[in-house]
């Protein structure tokens, strides 16, 4: 069993749509980092979270630490949203990530 | 093996000395990504191999860092003349270029230069 599942693993989507990428891990953890990787490898961190909920732009990243979730919103999307969305928990001295979810927002 | 194993985990280091940390990727995983992050900051892209080749290098962050691959299999980092600012884990993954299944990272090597 994995320590971080992410779900969709693929997600489509029409431009303008409410978006909800979710994540659930299994260990203790210090932060919990959501990740965008766009083709050609480059990831951009996009929130690190510890607790509560943050928010930049069209982007809003909420965790509850009693229930080890995690879930990224993306609102209006666009098709520039789409990219892999990974979910990243560092746990001690360990990183865990999931495997990423694929999201295509098509206008 | 069944995943991406990276070593050494850890490694201290003087300023000014060279290290190498190597990446074995999965079997069959033709694209490569090497990442660092610092303490309290995120994943910063540093190189990405597509086979042996690297065409996309602009992430290394001085002419001291260095990356090769061969055999479409092991990568190594190599930083010359570390400096404490590139205390970092050091973070490698693998793919297969169009699956669908993600991405397969390494646990990281933890460079701390003293």
């Known amino acids: 069993k994995n320590e971080v599942e992410q779900s969709p693993q693929n997600l489509t989507a029409q431009e303008g749509e409410f978006i909800t990428i979710n994540c659930s891990y299994s260990v203790g953890i210090s932060a919990l980092h959501w990740l965008q990787q766009h083709p050609g490898g480059g990831i951009v961190s996009l929130f690190m979270?510890?607790?509560g909920k943050k928010k930049h732009g069209r982007l809003i990243a909420t965790i509850n630490i009693q229930e080890k979730h995690s879930s990224l919103h993306i609102t209006a999307s666009h098709p520039r949203d789409s990219a892999v969305y990974i979910c990243?928990?560092?746990?001690?001295?360990?990183?865990?990530f999931g495997t990423g979810t694929s999201l295509t927002v098509i206008p | 093996g069944a995943g991406v194993s990276q070593s050494p985990s850890n490694k201290v280091t003087e300023k000014g000395k060279d290290v190498e940390l190597r990446c074995d990727p999965i079997?069959?995983?033709?694209?490569l990504y090497w990442y660092r992050q610092r303490l309290g900051q995120g994943l910063e892209f540093l190189i990405y191999?597509?086979?042996?080749?690297?065409?996309?290098k602009s992430g290394l962050p001085s002419d001291r860092f260095s990356a090769e691959r061969t055999g479409e299999s092991v990568s190594t980092l190599t930083i010359q003349r570390t400096q404490q600012e590139d205390s970092a884990v050091y973070l490698c993954a693998s793919r297969t270029p169009g699956a669908l299944d993600g991405y397969t990272f390494g646990s990281g090597t933890r460079l701390t230069v003293v």
């Open positions: 191999f597509q086979g042996n080749s690297a065409p996309d």
């Open positions: 979270l510890s607790s």
């Open positions: 079997s069959g995983h033709t694209a």
């Open positions: 990243a928990v560092r746990s001690g001295n360990q990183f865990y």
